[in-house]
């Protein structure tokens, strides 16, 4: 089984950019699906974007697309989520997880492999 860490979240202005990684250890990290999820204080975790083994395909939360990029560097073991335009609204722990497939992460919303400890993003109006 993977382990995942999460990393570069922080404060930022509303209209301003971070950039998460998510560092994977253990088992070949080409193997798998990994995605991101967030959770925000008193709400219900929520899907935000996956992407296959390879990169080659993603899928996104409506509420982010056009704005984050998910990617990934399989000779580094890291995903990442470049996130732009950043909205008070997407303040939350943001989550990176792993998957079998980024279709079923993109319908079903939610990861059944391995799970970071989060990074917090907050965005200020």
């Known amino acids: 089984q993977e382990q995942l860490v999460e990393s570069g979240g922080g404060l930022v202005q509303a209209g301003g950019s971070l950039r998460l990684s998510c560092a994977a250890s253990?088992?070949?990290?080409?193997?798998?699906?990994m995605g991101w999820f967030r959770q925000a204080p008193g709400k219900e975790r929520e899907f935000v974007a996956a992407?296959?083994?390879?990169?080659?395909?993603?899928a996104y939360a409506d509420s982010v697309k056009g704005r984050f990029t998910i990617s990934r560097d399989n000779a580094k073991n890291t995903m990442y989520l470049q996130m732009n335009s950043l909205k008070p609204e997407d303040t939350a722990v943001y989550y990176c997880?792993?998957?079998?497939?980024?279709?079923?992460?993109?319908?079903?919303?939610?990861?059944?492999?391995?799970w970071g400890q989060g990074t917090q993003v907050t965005v200020s109006s």
């Open positions: 997880a792993s998957d079998p497939s980024a279709q079923r992460m993109g319908v079903q919303h939610r990861a059944s492999g391995s």
């Open positions: 253990g088992r070949t990290f080409s193997s798998y699906a």
């Open positions: 992407i296959n083994w390879s990169g080659s395909s993603t």
